[in-house]
């Protein structure tokens, strides 16, 4: 069974940090690239950052570049988030996200979401 388990969302005022967690099970981790999303109260879920297990590549939207870092333990079949300096703007509850694409299918996997709270 396909598993992704997000944890370390909590309340932090504007400016701390908080390291979210996306814990991996039953899938074959370094194939999959690894993505964080985010949705906040009356708008879409956007993309965050996303990590490539099998070569480490990153991608950061302009919102959180320098801001928030994603690595990947793949002995661990974990992905974080540190996220940094942050702002009011950056409360949403934050997904994690597997996604593989081949010629003949895209397998996508999400996870059930952790909830970060800024306060200014």
């Known amino acids: 069974e396909v598993q992704l388990v997000e944890s370390g969302g909590g309340l932090v005022q504007a400016g701390g940090s908080l390291r979210l967690s996306c814990a991996a099970s039953?899938?074959?981790?370094?194939?999959?690239?690894i993505g964080w999303f985010r949705q906040a109260p009356g708008k879409e879920r956007e993309g965050v950052s996303c990590?490539?297990?099998?070569?480490?590549?990153?991608y950061y939207a302009d919102s959180v570049k320098g801001r928030f870092t994603i690595s990947s333990d793949n002995a661990r079949n974990t992905v974080y988030l540190q996220m940094n300096s942050l702002k009011p703007e950056d409360t949403a509850d934050y997904y994690c996200?597997?996604?593989?694409?081949?010629?003949?299918?895209?397998?996508?996997?999400w996870g059930q979401g952790t909830r970060v709270t800024v306060s200014s």
């Open positions: 990590i490539s297990s099998s070569d480490g590549s990153t």
């Open positions: 039953g899938f074959t981790f370094d194939a999959y690239g």
């Open positions: 996200n597997a996604r593989k694409v081949t010629m003949y299918r895209e397998d996508n996997y």
